[in-house]
């Protein structure tokens, strides 16, 4: 007996299938198209800059208000035909550029940590559910210790002694990854000593297959949708996460611009000008719902489990209405 998740991404035309459950779905259409523009303009982030004619680095002190403590001149944060998203309050630097520039890194160390994330929890959970009892006992607890961790407070100790010469966003990638796989290994192992069980893996054993290669030819493949579906589950908990370190100034370091590093600063300014505040966090916000959003119709659509008991939830409220019409 296979599993649902085996199924799906197993059977012929399972992408297609994939595809037009997803496409079926109006949220998980508008938070891919979010996601993509997002994407898209964080890569484009130098041409969209120079197309407004600015950089996120170039101060405009003549653009701050000094008699006011440096709040920006005129309404909305500054914001005028050149600088389409108002300056930056002491610095005058231009918003707009400093929120693509923003959005390149809080994207890039989310989805690296969520890579290192995948790649050692996949490994540590294969090795446990293949490895033998001992072998089993041991990365569980390892597993457990892990998971069981306060994830902030380690990356906070870990971030403050690396010297400052270090790359800070490949920094946080290491600390974010090797400190947050728990979940992962659990998943997989979980799901590996589901299908350790089943005749496919039992016929590539009495095969001549060792361990390895049925892990990379049998379970690999099965693992892929509960694998990428907790991938879509990391990756705004990671993005959350760079956004914490950010604010708490043990981030991404000045000049180089993050969204949890702009909402930092903008603690002491949004009184004064709060599109400061608005901005980044509205990214923010929007950017983690529209992950959230996509990775659940993706776990939907990958689990036919999940998906008929909707149809038949569907079905059933048509059913109501329809006696209920006179």
């Known amino acids: 007996m296979t599993t649902a998740y085996e199924v799906a991404a197993t059977a012929p035309g399972a992408d297609r299938r994939l595809w037009r459950r997803l496409r079926a779905r109006p949220?998980?259409?508008?938070?891919?198209?979010?996601?993509?523009?997002?994407?898209?303009?964080?890569?484009?982030?130098?041409?969209?800059?120079?197309?407004?004619?600015?950089?996120?680095d170039t101060y405009h002190d003549g653009l701050i208000d000094s008699a006011s403590g440096g709040a920006p001149r005129g309404a909305f944060g500054g914001v005028s035909a050149e600088h389409w998203l108002g300056v930056e309050p002491g610095t005058g630097r231009d918003l707009f550029a400093r929120l693509l520039y923003g959005a390149r890194i809080s994207l890039l160390v989310a989805a690296g940590a969520t890579v290192v994330q995948i790649l050692i929890g996949v490994s540590v959970g294969l090795a446990a559910?293949?490895?033998?009892?001992?072998?089993?006992?041991?990365?569980?607890?390892?597993?457990?210790?892990?998971?069981?961790?306060?994830?902030?407070?380690l990356a906070i100790a870990l971030t403050t002694v690396v010297p400052d010469g270090f790359p800070r966003p490949l920094l946080l990638i290491l600390v974010?990854?090797?400190?947050?796989?728990?979940?992962?290994?659990?998943?997989?192992?979980a799901q590996a000593l589901t299908l350790r069980g089943l005749d496919f893996v039992a016929a590539a054993r009495l095969g001549g297959s060792g361990r390895l290669r049925v892990a990379r030819?049998?379970?690999?493949?099965?693992?892929?949708?509960?694998?990428?579906?907790?991938?879509?589950?990391?990756?705004?908990?990671?993005?959350?996460?760079?956004?914490s370190l950010s604010f708490?100034?043990?981030?991404?370091?000045?000049?180089?611009?993050?969204?949890?590093?702009?909402?930092?600063?903008?603690?002491?300014?949004?009184?004064?000008?709060?599109?400061?505040?608005?901005?980044?966090?509205?990214?923010?916000?929007?950017?983690?719902?529209?992950?959230t959003v996509l990775g659940d119709a993706v776990r939907t659509a990958l689990d036919p489990r999940e998906a008929s008991r909707l149809r038949v939830g569907r079905a059933t409220g048509r059913t109501r209405k329809e006696k209920k019409t006179p």
């Open 129 to 153: 559910a293949l490895g033998g009892r001992w072998a089993d006992q041991v990365l569980s607890r390892v597993t457990d210790v892990m998971v069981a961790l306060p994830m902030l407070v």
């Open 248 to 291: 708490l100034g043990i981030g991404v370091k000045p000049p180089t611009p993050s969204w949890g590093q702009m909402l930092s600063t903008a603690t002491t300014w949004f009184r004064a000008d709060p599109m400061y505040v608005l901005l980044p966090t509205g990214l923010l916000f929007v950017t983690v719902l529209a992950f």
């Open 176 to 189: 974010m990854g090797l400190l947050g796989w728990g979940g992962t290994s659990r998943v997989v192992r």
């Open 27 to 56: 949220s998980a259409v508008v938070a891919a198209a979010v996601l993509a523009v997002l994407v898209l303009a964080a890569l484009a982030a130098p041409l969209l800059a120079a197309a407004s004619g600015q950089d996120p």
């Open 217 to 243: 030819r049998e379970l690999l493949p099965s693992l892929a949708a509960p694998v990428i579906t907790y991938a879509a589950v990391l990756l705004p908990t990671n993005i959350v996460l760079e956004a």
